[in-house]
């Protein structure tokens, strides 16, 4: 059977789409706060993007 390629730029947009709307609902909900956005945003796309290649790599 043929192995299927990872999409990588599929990838890391979705990674980025998501962190950035899931930043977006934890800012607008008050459960971050401004000042907290550097680190939250640091950690959710590090989170997106090793779930998105994990998802990739699944066979």
Not at 8 to 22: E, H, K, S, Y
Not at 32 to 53: E, K, N, R, Y
Request: charged share 15%; proline share 2%; glycine share 14%.
């Amino acid at each position: 059977m043929r192995k299927i390629k990872a999409d990588v730029p599929g990838v890391i947009t979705g990674t980025v789409l998501t962190g950035a709307a899931t930043i977006y609902l934890l800012n607008d909900e008050g459960l971050v706060q401004t000042g907290d956005l550097g680190l939250t945003a640091a950690i959710l796309l590090v989170v997106a993007g090793a779930v998105g290649l994990a998802a990739s790599r699944r066979s």
